[in-house]
Every structure is written in structure tokens, then in C-alpha cells.
């Protein structure tokens, strides 16, 4: 059974950084892992992918070179490291896994979504 579940979300102020990370258990498969976020009134959008090997990632431009996606594959656990965050950052922020090895910024392409968490950046 697919479980995804994200945590790390909060309360940040503009310039601050958050850490959230996705224990994501997809038995017997090579899944590609990416990150997405949702604001009120928009729709849910990619922001980063991570290959099953760790070795390839992906960048929506506006958290390029501020958000860093990583895979600890013993721990079954991909992080998404968030620097330099904007109020723009705003949004609920869902995990999301399909099976596959390579990098995937296509949100439909995405099978199995965790719940989401909340992180809320104030200027």
C-alpha cells in the first residue's frame, strides 16, 4: 500500500528557511518523488522532482537556486530544503509519488499524493 505523508510546515517570516520532508513507502517499486504546492485560489503546481536514483533533479524557475530537494533513500524519506523564503511561498505543500525512475514536473503524471502541510511565509 502507497502512503505518502509530509511534515515540517509552519510559521516563517520573509528570509527565513523551513526544511519539509515526505516519508513515502511504495513497496517492491522505483518511484520518482516531486513536490508541489497548492495557494488559495490556484492550482496545485510543481515545484521540484527528484529521480529514484537521487541523481537528477528539477526546478520550477521561481525556487530555483532557493530550494533544494534531496532523497535519503535508506530512510525512504525525500526532504525539500527552502531558503531565502518569499510570502509568494505561501501555499499548502503536497509530496507526491509515481512509479518511474526519472524526473517528472507533469502533475497529472503523479499517481499518489500525500495529504499536504501548511507553510506560511509573512513579510
Known amino acids: 500500500q502507497v502512503h505518502l505523508a509530509e511534515s515540517g510546515g509552519g510559521l516563517v517570516q520573509a528570509g527565513d528557511s523551513l526544511r519539509l520532508s515526505c516519508a513515502a513507502s511504495v513497496p517492491g517499486r522505483t518511484f520518482t518523488t516531486g513536490w508541489f504546492r497548492q495557494a488559495p485560489g490556484k492550482e496545485r503546481e510543481f515545484v521540484a522532482t527528484?529521480?529514484?536514483?537521487?541523481?537528477?533533479?528539477y526546478y520550477a524557475d521561481s525556487v530555483k537556486g532557493r530550494f533544494t530537494i534531496s532523497r535519503d533513500s535508506a530512510k525512504n524519506t525525500v526532504g525539500l530544503q527552502m531558503d531565502s523564503l518569499k510570502p509568494q511561498d505561501t501555499a499548502v505543500y503536497y509530496c507526491a509519488a509515481r512509479p518511474g525512475s526519472g524526473v517528472v514536473t507533469y502533475r497529472d503524471a503523479y499517481q499518489y499524493w500525500g495529504q499536504g502541510t501548511q507553510v506560511t511565509v509573512s513579510s
Open positions: 527528484i529521480s529514484w536514483s537521487g541523481g537528477n533533479t
